[in-house]
């Protein structure tokens, strides 16, 4: 029997679950699509079971990447990245600008998706998010007026720290440091008024 640390099972709980998820939306949305095709599109209950529905979509793809499990070597398609932080886009406040096209390992892209994450929670009344990378080194930099930084999550990035009692909605600070191991990168970090930064 192979040996799984108790990280890996939260990863492949993590894919379970939202291969599971995915079904069901799936199907909520077909029926939408037939109820559309019936005549009744014009309806506003059924423009919002169809746009909260293409919403959980997005987040359950985004999470799956996030939150899943990377086997080493494996890639992600950049069609899929973009496509992904699309359909975040237009659900929420951020808009996100995705330029790397190389490298795109999933062990990566799991970590670049996890410090949006840390993005998302420091940007809650909108903004932008860019990501790019110039001879392999990674950089996310988020642009809002207004910020909600909590100093103590932002450390955990860069110096792993797992002490830290965090709460579920920022799960994914204490995510990065172990994401970033996999992946074999550092994670640095620059916290400025108006503007955050991130390489790796």
């Given at each position: ?10 990863a ?20 939408v ?7 009744i599109?014009a309806a506003?209950?059924i ?39 699309a ?21 990566r ?14 940007m ?24 909600k ?23 994914h ?6 994401a ?21």
């Amino acid at each position: 029997m192979t040996n799984t640390s108790s990280r890996d099972l939260n990863a492949l709980l993590g894919s379970r679950i939202c291969h599971d998820l995915i079904s069901p939306l799936g199907a909520i949305n077909n029926g939408v699509e037939l109820l559309t095709m019936s005549g009744i599109n014009a309806a506003p209950e059924i423009a919002l079971i169809a746009e909260s529905v293409e919403n959980a979509n997005a987040r359950i793809r985004f999470f799956r990447i996030a939150f899943g499990a990377a086997s080493p070597g494996q890639n992600v398609p950049i069609a899929e990245v973009r496509s992904i932080l699309a359909d975040l886009g237009r659900g929420g406040r951020l808009r996100y600008q995705w330029e790397p096209e190389a490298g795109l390992t999933r062990d990566r892209i799991k970590l670049a998706f996890l410090l949006l994450q840390c993005f998302e929670t420091a940007m809650p009344w909108g903004g932008d998010i860019h990501v790019s990378e110039a001879d392999g080194n990674w950089a996310i930099r988020g642009v809002a007026e207004r910020q909600k930084i909590e100093p103590e999550l932002w450390q955990m990035l860069v110096d792993g720290t797992e002490d830290i009692d965090v709460t579920p909605a920022h799960v994914h600070f204490a995510l990065v440091g172990d994401a970033a191991r996999q992946a074999g990168r550092w994670v640095s970090t620059d916290l400025q008024s108006g503007e955050i930064r991130v390489t790796f």
